[in-house]
Structures are given as structure tokens and as C-alpha cells.
């Protein structure tokens, strides 16, 4: 569907520049309430719908990562991902991808190797930083006992 031409609709112009105003990468709920600031008559089906033409006609991408919901992306090129264990939260990584690694794996195994997909996970700034303030109260309440 991407060679057909994508009319650009005002809703559909109004999240793409959402998704592009993040700092990481939002689910459907995210665009949809950042959208109903700027469009409040908007509704969750007129999200969605609009979310998948715009993955389709190349825009945008598609996130299913490893948690239950799928984010979205305003980068269309390819790289890596991190995502917290805690929140959710995904975010890109500050590195080219490692285009090696798909010769490799296509030397490894019967597969044709067409692309690949990185994630790191881990805990992002906020989780870490509510979990030291966390441990911190624990210190404090264990000291008091």
C-alpha cells in the first residue's frame, strides 16, 4: 500500500506530528490522548484506523515489542530499541545498526535473513530513580526499627 498516495487528512496530520512530539515511542492511548487536546471531538477508532494507514503507507512504524501493548514510531529508518521491564517506556538507541550481524546469521542458519530487530531491556531513568528512593525509604525504615 505504499505506493499509493496517502491523503494527508487533518486528523492524520495531527498525530503524526503527536507520535513526533514524544520522547519515545507512545501507544495508542498515548496519541490518543495527547490528539484530544488538539482535536477533541476525535474518537479511538478514528486512532487506530489512522495509525494503521499510516504504518502502511510507511510513516510511521509498529512496535510490538515484548510488552502487551504496541507503541509507535516516527522513525522510519531502521534501529535499536530499549524498553523498561517496569513501565513500558521505549525509547531508541544512540547507535547504528550492526548490519554484520545479518550475515552472520545468514552463514548460521537455512533462514534468508531480510532484517533484524534489537531491544535492550532494562530499567529507565524514572523506574531507577523511584527505585532508589524506594530502597532509600526501606534504609531509613529499617534503621528505625
Known amino acids: ?43 479511538m477508532s478514528t486512532i487506530y484506523r489512522d495509525l494503521e494507514t499510516l504504518c502502511d503507507h510507511g510513516r510511521i512504524q509498529v512496535l510490538e515489542v515484548g510488552c ?14 530499549a524498553r523498561c521491564i517496569r513501565c513500558g517506556r521505549v525509547t531508541n538507541l ?18 534468508k535473513v531480510v532484517g533484524h530487530r534489537l531491544e535492550l531491556l532494562g530499567l529507565c531513568p524514572a523506574c531507577q530513580k523511584a527505585e532508589e528512593e524506594r530502597e532509600a525509604a526501606e534504609d531509613i525504615t529499617d534503621a528505625a526499627k
Open 1 to 43: 500500500m505504499q505506493n499509493q498516495e496517502l491523503r494527508m487528512t487533518r486528523q492524520r496530520r495531527v498525530i503524526l506530528e503527536e507520535i513526533r512530539s514524544f520522547d519515545g515511542h507512545p501507544t495508542a492511548d498515548e496519541v490518543y490522548e495527547a490528539v484530544r487536546k488538539r482535536l477533541p471531538r476525535i474518537s
Open 68 to 81: 502487551s501493548k504496541k507503541h509507535f514510531d516516527a522513525d522510519t529508518k531502521d534501529h535499536y530499541h
Open 94 to 111: 544512540p547507535v547504528q545498526p550492526f548490519s554484520y550481524l545479518e550475515q552472520a546469521f545468514r552463514d548460521l542458519c537455512d533462514y
